[in-house]
């Protein structure tokens, strides 16, 4: 079992047409962004222009939460208004219109990839994933299989589990619980 922690400031900040995307990874190593060859890839965003148009990925599934505030979106021209921390999921390719400011969790995921799904917990969970990640909502305490990782807000942990080993994850306050699946 491999275990990254990977916080907001060491993320790689590129522009999109609504304001900045900072990467916090993209999976296979390897894969790049603009060549739209990666498994999944996790990200923060600012919105700074309302509207915005979301860029569209052919090929991958959305997981979207807004860190700051509610947001007033258009997704295929239907209106939806999500809270702040809510779980939004919709295909990338949709056309997807924000009428509103502020910062985002962004998950993107291949649909090469059979299972995945994101949720907001703060209680014990259980896990045999090949892939958990972990984005922090506030200043947290986590412990992964009795090992404590201390975390701010915006950090993400990423546990990389091949061998699909039982893990437990007890937290202290919520966070958003993302598993993969090949």
Same mark, same amino acid.
């Given at each position: ?71 007033? *979106?258009?997704? @295929?021209? $239907? ?7 809510? !779980? %939004?999921? =919709? ?10 400011k502020g910062i985002d ?13 994101? *949720?907001?917990? @703060?209680? $014990? ?7 958990? !990640? %972990?984005? =922090? ?14 975390l701010e807000p915006y ?23 993302? !598993? %993969?699946? =090949?």
């Amino acid at each position: 079992m491999n275990i990254h922690l990977l916080s907001k400031e060491s993320s790689k900040a590129s522009v999109w047409s609504g304001g900045l995307t900072y990467e916090y990874m993209i999976y296979p190593k390897t894969a790049n962004y603009a060549d739209k060859d990666f498994l999944f890839r996790i990200s923060s965003a600012t919105i700074e222009e309302a509207p915005s148009e979301f860029t569209k990925f052919k090929g991958y599934y959305r997981y979207l939460v807004m860190l700051d505030n509610c947001l007033n *979106i258009e997704i @295929n021209k $239907e209106k939806r208004t999500y809270e702040k921390y809510e !779980i %939004l999921e =919709f295909n990338s390719d949709d056309d997807v219109t924000s009428y509103t400011k502020g910062i985002d969790f962004n998950w993107m995921v291949s649909e090469k990839i059979s299972q995945h799904k994101l *949720i907001k917990t @703060n209680s $014990e969970q259980h896990y045999n994933a090949q892939i958990i !990640i %972990l984005f =922090f909502l506030d200043t947290t305490v986590i412990k992964i299989n009795e090992k404590s990782y201390h975390l701010e807000p915006y950090d993400l942990l990423v546990v990389e589990n091949q061998e699909k080993e039982n893990i437990m994850l007890d937290f202290s306050n919520e966070c958003l619980v993302g !598993i %993969l699946g =090949f």
